[in-house]
């Protein structure tokens, strides 16, 4: 069955640090692939999202690209903010589904 | 506001209690999704019902009942549920594929924090 794989946290970065979150995937069509966010009490936003291979996702300054190859759509930024601190979650939905498959989520602290 | 709006924002109830979660959307969508979110574990899908159809219920306690009696209206119902059940409540809703939109992303409400007492 589809499913998603992102790396453990929690990640503490200081301000104006890059930040990598890895994601890789796992499903039997052509998936799209989602990025969400979760800020403290909230729900989740979509945060980015890819339609097909080598699509990138951009938003807020947060990067992905569907790279087939590696079946991997990492998350990136190139300078974070306190205001990024949240929870982030990998998604996707196999072509032709509309449920979604979520990692466990990556809990991101950025300190001053 | 995202389109999806969950009532109440937070609910505190006893075990005996019977409480109903609301979820209502404007965007269209035509399928609707329960999640709970506890504490340091993975997003749980509890059910998804689409077309108002319920097509997907993860064995979840017989102490949630679901009911979507329109495309636009999702409720769950909780009856004595149990301490464990604390946890966020999220609701969502998506296009179901053949529908305009090429983007199955779900939208998310903002959730329901629930305490059992």
């Known amino acids: 069955g589809d499913s998603v794989t992102q790396m453990e946290g929690p990640v503490t970065l200081s301000e104006e640090a890059f930040l990598t979150i890895n994601c890789t995937y796992t499903?039997?069509?052509?998936?799209?692939l989602f990025w969400y966010v979760q800020y403290p009490g909230e729900g989740l936003q979509l945060l980015l999202k890819a339609t097909k291979a080598d699509d990138k996702g951009s938003n807020k300054g947060f990067e992905a690209t569907y790279r087939k190859e590696t079946t991997s759509f990492h998350l990136e930024k190139g300078s974070v903010q306190v205001s990024d601190s949240a929870v982030y979650f990998c998604?996707?939905?196999?072509?032709?589904?509309?449920?979604?498959?979520f990692g466990a989520g990556t809990t991101v602290t950025v300190r001053a | 506001e995202t389109g999806v709006t969950q009532t109440p924002r937070h609910l505190v109830m006893g075990m005996t209690n019977k409480k109903s979660l609301k979820c209502e959307q404007h965007?269209?969508?035509?399928?609707m999704y329960w999640y709970k979110q506890s504490a340091k574990k993975p997003l749980e899908l509890m059910f998804v019902?689409?077309?108002?159809?319920?097509?997907e219920n993860n064995s979840v306690p017989s102490r949630f009942s679901p009911e979507c009696p329109n495309s636009s209206h999702l409720f769950l119902h909780l009856h004595t549920l149990q301490p464990e059940d604390s946890a966020l409540y999220l609701c969502a809703s998506s296009q179901k594929p053949g529908g305009p939109s090429v983007n199955y992303g779900y939208t998310f409400g903002s959730g329901t924090r629930l305490t059992v007492v």
């Open positions: 019902y689409s077309l108002e159809e319920r097509v």
């Open positions: 499903a039997t069509g052509y998936p799209s």
């Open positions: 965007l269209g969508h035509n399928a």
């Open positions: 998604a996707l939905s196999d072509q032709g589904d509309y449920k979604l498959s």
